[in-house]
């Protein structure tokens, strides 16, 4: 069976060289004489391998020098009691925008610990926009104000990063990292789970500015400390070193690329002509507010659920496969991080040309 383009929100599709390149060393990385997955946590390989994992992510994402670049476990959902545990520093408020499942998730979360507030919700339109907020919505004594930065289910990106002040913005960029260029300082804490842009699921790349380090309670799980994460840099107890040694071969790819500013450059090609694509045609539509639409994710319908299911199967047939919309929202989904190649976009678009043919 030939590889696919693999249309999926995650786990995603991985660059085939990176594949290539970890399929080559997993017998024996360089001159270990053994795979990584069976080398100490504490050897001199591995150490390497970490601190060059994180010297490439901050060079990628331009993380300042005033933050702790952290390798974590537990998915991007940990994050949603990791960010209240550790946050909670004063008021124990925080102000969450809730702009699809995953906010919604990670706000939930947030109230076993402390006073939540929705300062804006696009629920009530089925998350098809991004709420425009001003610093003076948020609770001035608020800890902190949380973001999803890319929504990857209703296929929605902030346009703008919200002005908080000198309140701390928490951003989950779980389905949009690497993949757009940000000014790290406007946050206090941003975190991805791996498994969009990075690698292996279960793997979470944090980045939290130092003084925001050190104010979880006393009876706070050591695991869930970042302090405990920062002071052992990543290496408290055993981290998950293969992800940890995957995510470094994609940073270096992304490197290989031009870095993030020409995959942006790349990213946004490969949306604009979906998105056209979806706006010429006369059978699909795109529901999401123009200036809102992810980069990503990208969401459409027929309006008739048959036929998107028919889509979906058919599309499958051809090798354009996990195109189906979420389990929850239904529809069409195509999930097209920085390792789907711009011939896949391309191969979508096609089909979607010869399915409207066929299907008027
Ligand atoms: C996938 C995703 C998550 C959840 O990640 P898990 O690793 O499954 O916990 C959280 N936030 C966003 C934006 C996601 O896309």
Request: aromatic share 14%; charged share 25%; hydrophobic share 35%.
């Given at each position: 069976m030939e590889r696919v383009y693999n249309f999926s929100a995650g786990p995603s599709m991985l660059p085939l060289e990176v594949l290539e390149k970890a399929g080559k060393e997993m017998t024996n990385y360089g001159e270990a004489g053994m795979s990584v997955m069976e080398m100490s946590h504490r050897s001199k390989d591995f150490d390497n391998i970490i601190k060059e994992a994180e010297a490439l992510f901050r060079e990628l994402m331009n993380i300042p020098d005033n933050y702790k670049v952290l390798f974590l476990q537990g998915g991007g959902s940990t994050q949603f009691a990791m960010v209240p545990l550790n946050l909670m520093r004063n008021s124990k408020k925080a102000d969450?925008?809730?702009?699809?499942?995953?906010?919604?998730?990670?706000?939930?979360?947030?109230?076993?610990?402390?006073?939540?507030?929705?300062?804006?919700?696009?629920?009530?339109?089925?998350?098809?926009?991004?709420?425009?907020?001003?610093?003076?919505?948020?609770?001035?004594?608020?800890?902190?104000?949380?973001?999803?930065?890319?929504?990857?289910?209703?296929?929605?990106?902030?346009?703008?990063?919200?002005?908080?002040?000198?309140?701390?913005?928490?951003?989950?960029?779980?389905?949009?990292?690497?993949?757009q260029e940000y000014d790290i300082s406007k946050f206090g804490l941003i975190f991805a789970g791996a498994q969009k842009n990075i690698g292996p699921a279960g793997l979470v790349v944090a980045a939290i500015r130092e003084d925001l380090i050190g104010f979880a309670p006393e009876n706070c799980p050591t695991m869930l400390n970042y302090k405990t994460q920062a002071d052992n840099d990543s290496l408290y107890n055993t981290p998950p070193t293969y992800s940890i040694y995957f995510a470094k071969l994609v940073f270096e790819w992304v490197k290989s690329k031009g870095g993030v500013k020409e995959l942006q450059k790349i990213n946004e090609r490969k949306a604009a002509k979906l998105y056209d694509a979806i706006d010429r045609s006369e059978l699909f539509n795109c529901p999401v507010n123009k200036e809102d639409r992810s980069l990503m994710n990208v969401v459409f319908v027929t309006g008739n659920a048959d036929l998107d299911k028919k889509f979906v199967a058919e599309a499958k047939a051809a090798g354009l496969v996990n195109l189906g919309g979420h389990r929850t929202v239904g529809g069409m989904r195509a999930s097209i991080y920085n390792a789907m190649p711009e011939e896949g976009v391309d191969a979508l678009i096609a089909f979607m040309e010869k399915f409207e043919a066929e299907n008027k």
């Open positions: 969450y925008i809730v702009t699809g499942q995953w906010a919604k998730k990670a706000m939930t979360e947030a109230k076993k610990f402390g006073d939540i507030r929705v300062v804006a919700t696009s629920e009530p339109d089925v998350y098809t926009y991004i709420p425009k907020v001003k610093k003076e919505d948020f609770r001035e004594d608020a800890d902190y104000v949380y973001i999803t930065a890319n929504n990857t289910i209703y296929g929605t990106r902030y346009p703008y990063i919200p002005d908080t002040g000198d309140i701390p913005l928490v951003a989950d960029m779980s389905s949009n990292i690497l993949s």
